[in-house]
């Protein structure tokens, strides 16, 4: 079956910019996690949903980072006013059920702010 | 401070032998422990796993090894092949159910 796709696969914001970066899960998965990763480190994890429930957002970095998933199938990670700092891939994942399950991740997006 | 460390980035292996690559963490709260495999512009792909109960786990030729008394988790493939070149990443896993890498380490394996 299909896996994690994300869009766009490349984005290229100016600085002040607002960017909203699109993940679809796997069909039937339940968890879906965000995780930016930058140049030469590891993913580093931003906001966790069940369904459509945010568990967990404490990896966000500012309140320029917003995400959700309404139907608690397709996720937006929104970014507002766009930073040089906020250059990163972003990698959308998910899971039929979040604790000691594999997490399926997709390509990523990766975001450049100029 | 880094929770998990990846303290080679990089490894250099020929075709056939065995390459070994380490991953230290600092919690002993942790008690899921991954292992997964980048290439240039794809996500990460699931490698193996194996949880706190185990010392061991093995899937074809690939080997995650436990040592939980010193905090250390390796990854050991045999006969490794050029197809296996890539970057590695260990994660360990709470349960809070987010997975915590580490800094990853870039594997050649050369002819």
């Known amino acids: 079956g299909a896996g994690v796709s994300q869009s766009p696969r490349y984005k290229v914001a100016k600085r002040g910019q607002d960017v909203a970066l699109r993940c679809d899960p796997i069909s039937g998965h339940v968890s879906l996690f965000w995780y930016q990763q930058a140049l030469g480190q590891g993913p580093e994890f931003l906001t966790y949903?069940?369904?459509?429930?945010?568990?967990?957002k404490s990896g966000l970095p500012s309140d320029r980072f917003f995400a959700e998933r309404p139907e608690g199938s397709v996720s937006t990670l929104k970014i507002q006013r766009t930073q040089q700092e906020d250059s990163a891939v972003y990698l959308c994942?998910?899971?039929?059920?979040?604790?000691?399950?594999?997490?399926?991740f997709g390509p990523g997006t990766r975001l450049t702010v100029l | 401070d880094q929770q998990v460390k990846q303290n080679s980035p990089s490894l250099s292996v020929q075709e056939g032998r065995i390459s070994i690559l380490n991953c230290d963490y600092t919690n002993s709260m942790f008690d899921y422990f991954l292992w997964y495999k980048k290439y240039p512009a794809e996500g990460p792909t699931f490698l193996i796993s194996?949880?706190?109960?185990?010392d061991k786990n093995e899937d074809g030729r690939f080997t995650v090894f436990l040592n939980k008394s010193a905090k250390h988790l390796s990854l050991h493939i045999v006969p490794s092949q050029p197809g296996d070149s890539a970057v590695y990443f260990c994660a360990v896993q709470d349960n809070t159910d987010k997975l915590i890498f580490g800094t990853g380490t870039r594997l050649q394996v050369f002819p």
């Open positions: 194996i949880s706190s109960i185990k």
């Open positions: 949903f069940q369904n459509e429930a945010q568990l967990d």
């Open positions: 994942a998910s899971t039929y059920s979040g604790t000691y399950n594999e997490q399926f």
